[in-house]
């Protein structure tokens, strides 16, 4: 059975011994990871250093407040363990502050919300359904009860955002703060654009880069860092740390920013995630996460053209980051019954809206695979064994099951051959 890494083996056996229900549920959870394929563009493995982190002592640590300005005792490490993933962030992004301590990347949306806004204000992002997030004003979020949320859109032809749009939606609604950040949008953002048209009504431009922080960090993409009054983003997408967020700003707003996560939307801050964060942050500066960050999307790029030769519909026909969407119509099936047969042949990934369409695409990501160490010539393979999967029925499902297996035994996501 695959192990995930060296520490988590040793503390698996420790809960085999003590409570085999829930050893054998993780297992089972890291066995199904390295055996079917995982293209949920938002996933990846992190590293056995950042699981140690997890699972280390300060789990145990209560450390309410900042570095220097706890509420409880005790905080030596734990203000050591902050100020290093504080400096490491600020260095990586080229930021004046960072804030660490956001338990995800929706509580650092609602942190620089906080930070700039007050409920009832107007607030202009990418609607929901060209790509927007549910903290980006969907009614059963936060977001859509407090704020006043308008939408823009993706132009129909080319499904890239239409920034003339955005400008006459802003000039017409004055909004307070402009979002730009997608759950889906395979392009660069044009971040210098989203300021003009910040600056043009006055308003504060946050960037959500939940999605391409990571290869912001490896420098295969634009950074918002220059531009944006507020940077959002999560730790745990391309950028391959634990799960959590964080918040990058200037100087001049770093003390709302740090007031806005605590005591305004969180309590005590999760120090192993934070020290998690720091040994993230530190791989994210070494050589090889460049050379990661760059294989993530030439493999999306090479994904994206395979999958077009095989007939599918591919959102602003390619991609510049780890994502793509992809319509699979002409295939003759929609995006959940797709879904769903790629899931029988055990290819994990997503549906997504599709804009100006019926039914729901596919949303995929390069992260976890390039991770795997997998690279172009496996690109093409897995786009050959999606349109498998879609056209035939039957029998022709177990052999792409069985390629689906060769694949993950070759790149096994740890290093540990199944
Ligand atoms: C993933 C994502 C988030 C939220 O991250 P969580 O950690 O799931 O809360 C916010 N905004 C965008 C654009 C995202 O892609």
């Known amino acids: 059975m695959p192990v995930v890494s060296a520490s988590s083996a040793t503390s698996t056996d420790t809960l085999l011994r003590q409570d085999p229900e829930m050893a054998e549920i993780i297992l089972g959870e890291a066995t199904r990871q390295a055996t079917t394929l995982q293209l949920i563009a938002a996933e990846n493995f992190t590293s056995p250093a950042v699981l140690a982190a997890l699972g280390s002592a300060l789990a145990n640590k209560y450390a309410e407040g900042y570095p220097g300005a706890r509420h409880h005792g005790g905080c030596e490490f734990a203000d050591a363990a902050e100020r290093v993933a504080i400096a490491r962030a600020t260095a990586l992004f080229g930021a004046e502050h960072a804030n660490v301590q956001p338990h995800s990347g929706s509580s650092a949306v609602l942190a620089a919300y906080a930070a700039l806004l007050k409920p009832g204000d107007t607030v202009l992002a990418m609607g929901l359904p060209y790509g927007g997030h549910l903290t980006h004003g969907a009614p059963v979020n936060f977001s859509g009860r ?7 859109g993706v132009e129909p032809a080319t499904g890239l955002i239409d920034y003339a749009q955005v400008r006459r939606l802003a ?33 504060y431009l946050i960037a959500d880069a939940a999605h391409p922080i990571g290869l912001v960090a490896g420098g295969a993409a634009p950074s918002p860092v ?93 991609t510049d980051t780890h ?14 019954t ?4 790629l899931a ?16 729901r695409g596919l949303r995929l990501g ?14 093409t393979r897995i786009a050959t064994l999606f349109a498998s ?24 996501p740890y290093g540990t051959v199944s």
């Not at 407090?146 to 823009?152: A, P």
């Not at 889906?184 to 308003?203: E, K, L, M, Q, T």
């Not at 177990?398 to 689906?404: H, M, Q």
Request: overall charge negative; some cysteine.
């Open 226 to 318: 220059p531009y944006a009054d507020v940077v959002c983003a999560t730790t745990h997408k391309v950028l391959r740390g634990p799960r959590g967020g964080m918040v990058l700003c200037g100087v001049e707003l770093a003390e709302r920013v740090d007031r806005a996560v605590f005591p305004f939307t969180q309590g005590g801050a999760q120090m192993h995630t934070i020290a998690a964060k720091a040994v993230a942050f530190g791989e994210a500066a070494a050589p090889a996460f460049t050379a990661y960050a760059h294989q993530v999307v030439a493999n999306a790029r090479a994904l994206a053209k395979a999958l077009a030769a095989e007939g599918f519909l591919i959102t602003t026909d390619g």
């Open 338 to 341: 797709a879904r769903g047969r």
């Open 146 to 152: 407090w704020f006043d949320f308008v939408g823009y």
């Open 366 to 379: 390069t992260a976890a695979v390039t991770t795997q160490g997998m690279s172009e010539a496996e690109m």
């Open 323 to 336: 994502l793509i969407t992809a319509d699979p119509s002409p295939l003759g099936v929609d995006g959940r």
């Open 389 to 412: 999967a879609l056209r035939e029925g039957g029998d022709e499902a177990r052999d792409v099951r069985d390629g689906v297996r060769e694949l993950v035994r070759l790149f096994p």
């Open 171 to 203: 000039r017409a609604h004055r909004p307070k703060a402009l979002v730009c950040g997608s759950i889906s949008y395979p392009r660069h953002i044009d971040y210098a654009a989203f300021r003009d048209i910040a600056d043009d009504v006055g308003a």
């Open 344 to 359: 029988a042949a055990g290819v994990v990934l997503d549906t997504c809206a599709l804009p100006y369409a019926d039914g």
